[in-house]
């Protein structure tokens, strides 16, 4: 994952946040999972946190930051405590401890449908290869929602390898402009960009 958590709700969060829901405020929400908690999962986790401690689902969109680059909203649900107060218990690819999350009660999670929701993307520069990334994450997510039943993905491999493989290529192609060879490699591997697993591609 390339994005994280805002350091501050600035601007470009709020100005975002207006385009997708107008009448509610992002806001800091701690990041809490349980041991058991999957990612990837949030409705689960949050279905089996109520069962368990009471409280209730709150939907919304999580934001996600490449600085001056893009950002992302990600259909996300959070709990709500009896008390009220709203805890993220998912665990998060690159573990960070809070997220900027916006309710958004329109769009609510289906147990029923499981409809994958697709990030709400926004190219925050005037980089044509910033937006062909967008777009192939758009098609991606449009494939796997596609060749869906419920929690079970069974898309053809070959076609989604090569879709795989594209949006890593447009996503690498962005690294030299948008990263210094010390920096961590957007990509979670962990590494420094200079040394990233995907140097190859």
Known sequence: ????????????????????????????????????????????????????????????????????????????GVWKTVEGKLIDVSPKPQNEKKIVFLEDPSFAFSEV?????????????????????????????????KHSSGRIVNAPAQELASLEYAKARALKKLFPRYTKPNDLCPCGSGKKNKKCHRIGL
């Open 113 to 145: 449908t499981f409809e994958r929701v697709d990030n709400i993307r926004l190219n925050l520069t005037t980089d044509k290869d910033v937006q062909t990334f967008l777009d192939i994450s758009a098609e991606y997510a449009a494939f796997i929602e």
């Open 1 to 76: 994952m390339v994005t994280s958590t805002p350091k501050r709700i600035a601007k470009t969060v709020l100005d975002f946040c207006r385009t997708i829901n107008p009448d509610a405020s992002p806001q800091f929400v701690p990041v809490r999972p349980a041991i058991e908690a999957e990612q990837n999962e949030c409705f689960l986790n949050v279905e089996t946190r109520i069962k368990s401690e009471g409280g209730s689902l709150v939907n919304g969109w999580c934001i996600w930051l490449w600085p001056q680059v893009f950002i992302e909203a990600e259909h996300h």
